[in-house]
């Protein structure tokens, strides 16, 4: 399902980005892969409209209702694309299905208040209605479907009459009318055509921030990247200034966060992304925003890295785990391996910390990233049967050992260290603590009334062996005892 989402989120950015027949490709792919997604079809519908495809995306806006009957999107993508289709009749219809499962929906509202305004205004072409009715007294009835003149050309709302206009009017229709001609010419990828059209539209109405977008459109698809955000700039303060829909606002920023990540300059974008969420959220944005901080931290970690600070790191590490100050080592070793993350002997060195501090899982941790990073390091397969013996997980440990032997037979440790192993297989629990019990040093441990105390303790409470092990002194004498076989600690 990584795949499915991965895709996705591949296609909701290229839809954000207009670029359709790419939004499609991905939802498609999707699609190949999880059959039963009602969302991936919902979002091919939109891109399929997006692109003037329309029957493709009334079929997909059926294909989701046919999954989730009860998803109001899938008949708002319903009545969208029959709308595009010109099916008056089909679109009215999915947007009063949709309301009866959720009556509030803005998008289904609005979608049946602009069919019911488009076939009033066929019907008013048609002479079927005076023109001085109030097309309010007709919203509650059903709204009829026009019969198409032609069996092969739906019919059109009529125009309306330039003659008629006053001024303003006059000139919002010619600008809207440009920018028909330009959004032609761009999805025919006629970019210099396209420009002629927006510019024009610019001409007979400054005031409308779609014309600065769909520039900005153009020279993000020619590369001209520092044009592009001039013109979103230039959109946005158009925006302000005429109170524009929040969310065109917000498009004007993404478009600009998606140019800077272009640029590949992902702090840049980050900051306008986040300015286009707080003008109106979307999942696209979201995700886009989290890629860049993704990719931000990623940057960040690269630069952090200084083989020669990890160096210096290192040689303090080592210096502390002398004075077995075990726990202030770790520190410096962490610090080494931000500063150099590919280095080894930085995780066996860390590892052997965990190892005194009986860490026993961080420690063996660390011993599986220093074998990932170089499995002919002999080092690391010896500190991780060390840790494996400690844990009294004696078959893991002799693996471990086998692996060393196999780069190395004649390592002195891996040979021990397999030697002990064997030997513990073939004994009993009592022929251990036996052989540990005739060692002098484990028995002066024994006796010592504070161990004796502490070990008590350790039995009633687990988490104390931690605070006695950041005593050198105590640390040693424990360790002793475990690889003697005379405790364990899981």
């Known amino acids: 399902m990584d795949k499915v989402n991965e895709l996705k989120e591949k296609g909701n950015q290229a839809l954000n980005?207009?670029?359709?027949?790419?939004?499609?490709?991905?939802?498609?792919?999707?699609?190949?892969?999880?059959?039963?997604?009602?969302?991936?079809?919902s979002n091919r519908s939109a891109a399929y409209a997006k692109a003037g495809k329309f029957q493709a995306a009334l079929e997909d806006a059926e294909k989701t209702i046919q999954l989730n009957p009860t998803w109001p999107k899938g008949y708002s993508r319903k009545g969208a694309a029959a709308a595009g289709l010109q099916d008056f009749m089909k679109?009215?219809?999915?947007?009063?299905?949709?309301?009866?499962?959720?009556?509030?929906?803005?998008?289904?509202?609005?979608?049946?208040?602009?069919?019911?305004?488009?076939?009033?205004?066929?019907?008013?072409?048609?002479?079927?209605?005076p023109m001085d009715i109030d097309p309010q007294q007709t919203r509650t009835r059903r709204a009829p479907s026009p019969p198409p003149s032609k069996p092969a050309e739906p019919a059109k709302p009529a125009e309306p009459r330039v003659e008629d206009m006053t001024e303003e009017e006059k000139?919002?229709?010619?600008?809207?009318?440009?920018?028909?001609?330009?959004?032609?010419?761009?999805?025919?990828k006629e970019f210099e055509t396209a420009l002629q059209h927006y510019h024009a539209a610019i001409a007979q109405d400054p005031t409308d921030i779609t014309f600065y977008n769909n520039i900005a459109a153009v020279h993000f698809e020619r590369k001209e990247y520092e044009e592009c955000i001039k013109q979103c700039e230039k959109g946005i303060e158009v925006g302000r200034e005429t109170r524009s829909?929040?969310?065109?606002?917000?498009?004007?920023?993404?478009?600009?966060?998606?140019?800077?990540?272009?640029?590949?300059?992902?702090?840049?974008?980050?900051?306008?992304?986040?300015?286009?969420?707080?003008?109106?959220?979307?999942?696209?944005?979201?995700?886009?925003?989290?890629?860049?901080?993704?990719?931000?931290?990623?940057?960040?970690?690269?630069?952090?890295?200084?083989?020669?600070?990890?160096?210096e790191e290192?040689?303090?590490?080592?210096?502390?785990?002398?004075?077995?100050?075990?726990?202030?080592?770790?520190?410096?070793?962490?610090?080494?391996?931000?500063?150099?993350p590919d280095d080894p002997k930085l995780y066996s060195n860390r590892a052997a910390c965990y190892t005194k501090l009986a860490a026993f899982d961080l420690g063996l941790k660390d011993c599986e990233t220093c074998i990932k990073l170089d499995d002919k390091f002999i080092k690391g397969y010896i500190r991780k049967g060390k840790i494996l013996q400690g844990m009294q997980q004696t078959s893991k440990a002799q693996s471990a050992y086998q692996k060393a032997l196999e780069l190395d037979p004649n390592n002195a440790e891996a040979v021990e260290g397999y030697r002990q192993c064997s030997m513990n297989f073939q004994r009993n629990p009592q022929e251990v603590l036996k052989n540990a019990m005739s060692d002098p040093e484990i028995q002066q441990i024994l006796k010592d009334p504070?161990?004796?105390?502490?070990?008590?303790?350790?039995?009633?409470d687990p988490n104390a062996v931690k605070e006695h092990l950041q005593n050198p002194a105590i640390a040693d004498k424990i360790m002793k005892l475990l690889e003697s076989g005379i405790i364990q600690i899981h």
């Open 450 to 460: 504070a161990m004796r105390m502490i070990l008590e303790q350790m039995q009633n």
């Open 314 to 340: 290192k040689e303090q590490g080592n210096h502390f785990f002398k004075k077995g100050d075990y726990s202030t080592a770790v520190k410096h070793y962490s610090e080494a391996i931000k500063r150099n």
């Open 245 to 311: 829909d929040f969310k065109l606002i917000a498009k004007s920023f993404a478009r600009i966060g998606n140019t800077y990540r272009k640029l590949e300059n992902y702090k840049q974008a980050k900051i306008y992304y986040e300015k286009a969420m707080s003008e109106h959220r979307t999942p696209e944005i979201k995700t886009s925003l989290s890629e860049v901080e993704a990719k931000i931290k990623e940057e960040e970690r690269k630069a952090y890295i200084n083989p020669e600070k990890a160096e």
């Open 171 to 188: 000139k919002k229709y010619l600008a809207k009318k440009e920018k028909e001609l330009g959004n032609a010419a761009y999805k025919k």
């Open 91 to 129: 679109a009215f219809e999915a947007y009063n299905e949709g309301l009866k499962y959720d009556p509030q929906n803005a998008i289904l509202l609005q979608g049946r208040q602009d069919i019911t305004a488009s076939v009033l205004s066929y019907m008013q072409s048609q002479g079927d209605i």
């Open 17 to 41: 980005a207009e670029k359709f027949d790419e939004a499609v490709a991905a939802y498609t792919e999707a699609i190949a892969l999880d059959g039963q997604n009602h969302v991936l079809y």
